[in-house]
C-alpha cells in the first residue's frame, strides 16, 4: 500500500481499488489466456471525476490484483479527449476490441480500440467515432455506455440511453464488423415500469434460461433488473427489481469465466464530500465479485464469489445460542471482517448484528431485520432506529421455513451485506474509531436463534510492494 495510505482507517484492504485518486464503473471485464482483467473508469491525477482514462488490473484468482498500465488515455483534439468512458471488451476472431463512449464537450459517441500485445496497450481505430448520430433518430436525453455480443454471424450492441418523455431506455444496434452499426430498436425502455431518464452502462447476458438486463438509472442512481425471454431480438420483461437497495453499488458490469459463472462488479461510491475526498486523496472502490445464477422460481440469486474464501484467517465460532439480550463477543478486533450469521427471528420483533466501534455503543453500524425489512443503520445503541439514522434498507420476506442468513463484507470503510442469496445492501461507513469493539448478535423484544455465527478476520490483497 502506498505510505501515505498506511494510516487511513477508512481505506478498504481486500477490495479492489485504483493506486490512487478517482475510480468509477468496471469495464470491459474479460477472461484472457486464463486470467481476469478488470478495466476501470480512473482520474489518474485528481481524487476527484475529471478526464477519465481506461485503468487496468489483472488477477490469476479473481482476489488479488496487479495494476498494469493505463489502457486509455483521452487524445486532445480528438472526439474523446474529455474522457474514455464506459465500455465492454470483445473478442473479435483473436483481436481484443474495447468499445467505449468517447466524450467530448458532453456528448458521448460510441468508439473502438484494439490491442496486439493480449491487452496491454491499445490502438484507436482512426474512424472513431463509430456511430455519429446519437439514437438512431428517436429523441433521447443522453447516449453512451455500450455492451456487445455475437449472435450467429453478426454483432450486436445495447447503448445506454433515455426517450424524452418515456424514460429511461437500452438501443439496440446490429453490426457485421464492430464499425458500420445499424439501429434497431428499443430492446427495453422505461415503460416497462421502472423509474429513471436515463439508463447508464446496460448489461445483458443470458442466465439459465432467461436473459437479464441489468440498468443503472438516472438520476436517481438506482440500479435494475429485468428478467425475461428474449427472441427475434426483442426482449420481454417478466420479473424486475433493485439489483442492489444502495445507491452506493452503481455501474456494475458483468462477465462469464471459463467456469461458466456470471461474475459481476459494480462501483461502490464514496458517500462523503469533496473536501473530505481531496483529503484522503483516493475515491471509489470496484464490489467485491458476485455471482449471479437464476433461483428455481426465476428469481435473481445473488453470492459472492467463493474465492474469496482464501483471505479467511482467524475465526469465531459459536452455534446453537438463544439471543434474547444483546451480548458483546468482545475478542473481534480490526475492520476487515466476514460475518456469516444464521438467524431463527422467532418472536423476536427485530434481530441482527450490530458491529459498535466503541464499548459505549456510540459510534457503531447495525445490520437489522424486522420480518420485512433488511437495513443497515448506523444509530447509536441507546437509539430507538430511525429512518434519520438509516443508510439503506430493501424488502426480504422469508419463506415459512427460512432461516435469516446474513453473510457480511465489512472492509473498512465499505460493507456489502448478502441476505439469503437474494437481498444486497452496500454501505459506507466512516468511523472516527480506527477498529470494531466487537460484534453484538442482538434481537429485540423477543426470543431469537442463532443457528450459527462464523466472523471470519480477513487478510488484504495488497502486498507491501502493491504500488497501491
Ligand atoms: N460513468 C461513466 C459513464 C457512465 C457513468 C463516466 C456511470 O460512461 O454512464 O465515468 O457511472
Known amino acids: 500500500m502506498q505510505e501515505r495510505f498506511v494510516n487511513d482507517p477508512h481505506r478498504p484492504h481486500y477490495h479492489f481499488l485504483s493506486p490512487a485518486n478517482w475510480m468509477n464503473d468496471p469495464n ?27 485503468g487496468h488490473a489483472v488477477s490469476q484468482d479473481l482476489v488479488h490484483w496487479t495494476h498494469l498500465p493505463i489502457a486509455l488515455t483521452p487524445t486532445p483534439g480528438s472526439v474523446d479527449e474529455d ?60 447516449f453512451r455506455d455500450h455492451c456487445v455480443w455475437k449472435e450467429d454471424d453478426a454483432w450486436y450492441q445495447l447503448i445506454g440511453s433515455g426517450i424524452k418523455g418515456e424514460g429511461g431506455a437500452a438501443l439496440l444496434y446490429r453490426s457485421d464488423d464492430l464499425i458500420h452499426w445499424r439501429f434497431m430498436h428499443p430492446l427495453c425502455s422505461g415503460r416497462q415500469g421502472t423509474s429513471g431518464e436515463m439508463w447508464e452502462c446496460p448489461d445483458f447476458f443470458p442466465l439459465g434460461e432467461k436473459h437479464v438486463l441489468i440498468v443503472s438509472a438516472l438520476p436517481e442512481a438506482q440500479t435494475y433488473y429485468f428478467i425475461g425471454t428474449y427472441q427475434n431480438h426483442r426482449f420481454t420483461v417478466e420479473i424486475q427489481g433493485k439489483l ?26 464514496e458517500g462523503r464530500d469533496e473536501q473530505q475526498i481531496e483529503a484522503a486523496g483516493w ?13 428455481s422460481d426465476t428469481t435473481l440469486n445473488i453470492q459472492p464469489a467463493p474465492e474469496l474464501h482464501t483471505l479467511r484467517g482467524a475465526q469465531y465460532h459459536q452455534e446453537n445460542e438463544t439471543v434474547a439480550a444483546p ?29 459498535p466501534y466503541a464499548t459505549d455503543g456510540s459510534e457503531q453500524i447495525t445490520i437489522r431485520y424486522n420480518g420485512t425489512t433488511l437495513m443497515i443503520d448506523n444509530a447509536p445503541w441507546d437509539v430507538t432506529p430511525s429512518m434519520e439514522h438509516t443508510i439503506e434498507k430493501c424488502t426480504l420476506h422469508l419463506g415459512a421455513d427460512e432461516t435469516l442468513h446474513l453473510h457480511i463484507y465489512l472492509d473498512h470503510s465499505v460493507i456489502e451485506v448478502f441476505a439469503n442469496d437474494r437481498a444486497c445492501i452496500t454501505g459506507r461507513f466512516y468511523a472516527i474509531h480506527d477498529e470494531i469493539a466487537g460484534i453484538l448478535p442482538f434481537a429485540l423484544n423477543g426470543n431469537t436463534q442463532l443457528v450459527a455465527l462464523d466472523i471470519w478476520e480477513m487478510r488484504s490483497i495488497w502486498t507491501s510492494q502493491d504500488s497501491h
Open 327 to 355: 451480548a458483546l463477543i468482545e475478542d473481534i478486533r480490526g475492520a476487515a471482517l466476514e460475518i456469516s450469521a444464521e438467524f431463527v427471528p422467532g418472536t423476536s420483533q427485530q434481530c441482527g448484528i450490530s458491529i
Open 244 to 269: 442492489d437497495a444502495s445507491k452506493h453499488f452503481y455501474a456494475p458490469q458483468s462477465m462469464k469465466d471459463d467456469k461458466g459463472r456470471r461474475i459481476q462488479w459494480g462501483w461502490i461510491r
Open 83 to 142: 474522457g474514455c468512458w464506459s465500455g465492454c471488451l470483445v473478442d473479435n476472431n483473436g483481436i481484443p476490441t474495447i468499445i467505449y463512449s468517447g466524450n467530448r464537450k458532453d456528448i458521448q459517441l460510441p468508439c473502438i480500440a484494439t490491442s496486439h500485445d493480449n491487452l496491454i496497450t491499445w490502438e484507436k481505430y482512426e474512424g472513431n467515432p463509430v456511430i455519429t448520430t446519437r439514437g438512431g433518430g428517436l429523441d433521447i436525453v443522453d
Open 283 to 295: 475515491a471509489g472502490a470496484m464490489s467485491l465479485p458476485r455471482i449471479l445464477s437464476l433461483r
Open 28 to 54: 470491459g471485464l474479460v477472461q484472457w489466456k486464463g486470467q481476469y482483467h478488470l478495466f476501470y473508469q480512473y482520474h489518474p491525477y485528481s481524487p476527484l471525476f475529471g478526464k477519465i482514462h481506461w
